[in-house]
């Protein structure tokens, strides 16, 4: 089989718009229930095809189904105008299709390089040929202007590093198909740059591209033909040309969007809940100092790396850190997570998957695993979970397919706002949100938002990290900006602007750095 | 969309009738191998074999639901069969050595009772500190204490065997031969202990902590859980356990040697992964562990009784068993 497709790729190479792969009234269901729905589907040679909806729409699913990584329950999947079951994704990729997953699919233990060559590595004889992997792991990831090392194990580099890994794999095949699962989720603005023009490039040489994302204004931008997929159903399918932003998000959503970001609150002379002096994190966060005002939201910007995560962390105590911290006035002791949030600060990761939710696990021991305290003494109290499962459902929207699913298997979006109610839960004064919008579809972006508004009006303070920019100027009051470990600027009131932030950010503005930096 | 039922091979199939062999595996093995019991020997479900069988099970069975906390947490305990045998051993020379002193009487029983939860404590603690303090593997830690306990109680009876003082014996042997309402002791303490250990592991904190632990120990940290905490816990309770199976083990024979308890550790694995609960952790379940120590004692029992095959190939039947298990742990999550 393998043998076999590789061969037709070689001595016949598909013209430009002509249809490579096609699912025909592709249905899928877990168990009873159905999240796909007869749906017709074309990816043509040359093309970006673009592919919009809610979280839990059925994205992913339709990618997955059509890379062999899951069988169509109903329809089928054409290969060159021929029926294909793919077996497995193996299969797939033989035939040259392709998956980056939303979730990685990386092994941890092993090396960027091992990653790479995973289940294709090249031998000489009997033994593993080191020397080309290295150098080819090398070249792809220069092509991707990626620094890290071939034989940095995955686990100890960070998620935009793994996003471009899984991409540098992907590109090493012989692709005729890339289907790509929100490829930009967790990479900053420069990567997500370097990103397209890979796929400016592969589209010129013809390759089929399927690719996902909540950001609108990328679609816009890459988009040769768009798909809308709503709770299962495809209810649009267009050349891009013929779409606006808000056209897509209105068939997205099924209803009109205005106003994503509320009116800010004032906050003038309230009082300062929490105070940071000169807060050091391990080798990553030098003297931090910052303030946060009762009803505040306060927004925390800086390109990814310049340590805001860290700085959070070592401040909620799941990083070793020194300094000086005051909670309500009183002192502060660090290093306890479950002592921050007996001083009522919690924090929300930016990493769903590897901190912030068991996904093996189903959403009443998920949601209450913080607050666990709350529901009773000795015994855990389980009517008082399921009615605060009940309620994190309906104030969240979590829109799950059976109440007992596995958290690993609800939609990105979904288990993002799962991980906010679980936050919640905990009733914290103040909250750290970390990435609160990742892989967030946007109606549920303008919930969230209105939600982070909704928490300041009742007194509450919150910190949003946020690497998009348009999110920390919607939102906040006022703004630090971080950049290589160090808070390098503060503004507010019409100063929270693009322009201003992203000069502290570079570095061009503000205060000199050390010259070991 | 008319060619629908023309995929009907990878159809996931969600019918009702589908047994979930994850859940109810154990439960039909074990009842299949009760009626297969009764009908090969008549004499199988009498009360002298029952009582005999579900006794002696029930020192494995103390252990293992230790076993299933540690097991659950993501952690291992390979030193539980050679702490035995040392707890075993220092109680008898504590109660010898009191003799003459204390005279035989209840008291020096309750000493040696008082001791070996002691000594089952800090061997767990020992275990536990090495584990979460040093950061060392939990199979290094307790592989490196298994080899120290078994060689400290080979030493302590010098290569021979310890035995308990005669007198103290006699007054001592009713905790395992006798019992209440004709239930005998180590039978009554296995069930209360299974029963809060159910309880301990569905409906508490702890349980729960566990299970997160094992699950994704970055997701219990970020939660406020203390990880560190919880994990020595699990080992600090698995020795107390262990102590407790020892009290009741000590006055069965009176005696201990570098012989006693050889294997437990495997025993006690086994019989929490037949009865469910995952060997890398996230998931455990304390009742899945009682059938799964009845499992394998009725199996045992079973051979000896019957001239089917020789007892000799008790290992071999359990060995096939444990695999079995585990595939049909397997088999749900390969599901596509
Ligand atoms: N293995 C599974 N078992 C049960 N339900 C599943 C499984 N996988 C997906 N689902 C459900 O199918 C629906 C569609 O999920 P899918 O991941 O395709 O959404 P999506 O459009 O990719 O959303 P997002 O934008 O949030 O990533 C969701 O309701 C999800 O919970
Ligand atoms: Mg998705």
Known sequence: ??????????????????????????????????????????????????????????????????????APTGGHIELDGRRVDFASSDEAEDAGVILIHQEFNLAEQLSVEQNVFLGREIRKGF?????????????????????????????????????????????????????????????TNREAEILFRQIERLKANGTAILYTSHKLDEIARLADHITVLRDGHRVANVDAGTMSEDQMAQAMVGRELSNIFPVKHEVGS???????????????????????????????????????TELMEGLIGVRDAEGTVEVGGKPFRLGSVKDARRAGIVYLTEDRK???????????????????????KTMIDGKAEEAAL???????????????????????????????????????????????????????????????????????????????????????????????????????????????????????????????E | MSDHAATPAKTTSSSGFKIDFHIWGPVIALVVLVIAGAMMNPNFLSYGNV???LARSAFIGIIAVGMTFVITSGGLDLSVGSMAAFIAGVMILIMNALVPSMGVGIGIVLVGMASALVVGLAAGLVNG?????????????????????????????????????????????????????????PIIVFAVIAIIGEIVMRHTAFGRHCAAIGSNEQVARYSAVHVD???????????????????????????????????????????????????????????????GVLILSLIDNLLNLTDLVSPYLNGAIQGVIIILAVVLQRQKKAQR
Do not use: C
């Not at chain 1, 979590?398 to 009733?427: C, D, H, I, Y």
């Not at chain 2, 310890?162 to 009713?174: H, M």
């Not at chain 2, 020795?239 to 006693?260: E, F, K, N, Q």
């Open chain 1, 1 to 70: 089989m393998s043998q076999a497709a590789r061969r037709i790729e070689e001595t016949v190479p598909v013209p430009k718009g002509q249809t490579v792969l096609a699912a025909r009234a592709a249905s899928r269901s877990f168990g009873p229930v159905q999240v796909l729905f007869d749906v017709d589907f074309e990816l043509k040679a040359g093309e970006v095809h673009a592919l919009i909806g809610e979280n839990g729409a059925g994205k992913s699913t339709l990618m997955k189904i059509l890379s062999g990584y899951l």
């Open chain 1, 127 to 187: 033994f593993l040929d080191h020397k080309t992997m290295r150098a080819e792991t090398q070249r792809l990831l220069g092509e991707l202007e990626t620094k890290v090392s071939p034989t940095a194990k995955i686990s100890e580099i960070s998620v935009s590093d793994k996003q471009m890994v899984e991409i540098a794999k992907a590109l090493s095949r012989n692709t005729r198909v890339l289907i790509m699962d929100e490829p930009t989720a967790v990479l």
């Open chain 1, 270 to 308: 309230a009082e300062t809940v929490l105070s940071v002096r000169n807060l050091t994190v391990g080798s990553i966060v030098r003297d931090a100092s910052f303030e946060l005002k009762r009803g505040e939201v306060l927004g925390f910007a800086g390109l990814v790396g310049s340590g805001r």
């Open chain 1, 354 to 376: 590897g901190r912030g939710l068991i996904l093996t696990q189903g959403m009443r021991p998920n949601l209450t695993l913080l607050a666990l305290d709350r529901f009773g």
């Open chain 1, 390 to 516: 009940d309620k994190a459902i309906k104030d969240f929207d979590v829109r799950a397919p059976t109440r007992s699913v596995l958290v690993g298997n609800l939609s990105g979006g979904n288990q993002q706002k799962l991980l906010l109610a679980k936050t919640m839960l905990a009733e914290p004064d103040i909250v750290i949100i970390d990435e609160p919008t990742r892989g967030i579809d946007i109606g549920t972006k303008q919930q969230i938002y209105q939600f982070i508004h909704a928490l300041a009006g009742q007194g509450k303070s919150v910190i949003v990290i946020s690497s998009e920019m348009a999110e920390i100027i919607g939102l906040a009051n006022r703004v630090y900006v971080m950049r290589s470990g160090r808070i390098t600027g503060e503004v507010q009131g019409a100063d929270v602007n693009e322009d201003v932030i992203v000069r502290y950010a570079m570095g061009l503005e503000g205060r000199k750095f050390d010259s070991h």
């Open chain 2, 51 to 53: 009582t005999n069988v």
């Open chain 2, 129 to 185: 500190l090495l584990i979460t303090q040093a950061r060392i593997e939990a199979f290094i830690v307790t592989l490196g204490t298994m080899g120290i306990f078994r060689s400290l109680i080979t030493w302590l009876a010098d290569g021979g065997t310890l035995s308990l003082d005669y007198t103290v014996r006699e007054l001592y042997r009713p905790v395992y031969y006798s019992g209440l309402f004709g239930v005998a002791w």
């Open chain 2, 229 to 291: 905490r919880v994990r020595l816990m699990t080992y600090v309770l698995l020795g107390i356990l262990v102590g407790i199976a020892t009290i009741m083990y000590v006055p069965r024979l009176g005696s201990a040697s570098s012989s006693t308890g050889v294997l437990w550790e495997l025993e006690a694995i086994a019989a929490v992964i037949i009865g469910g609960t995952m060997l890398k952790g996230g998931f455990g379940r304390v009742w899945g562990t009682v059938v």
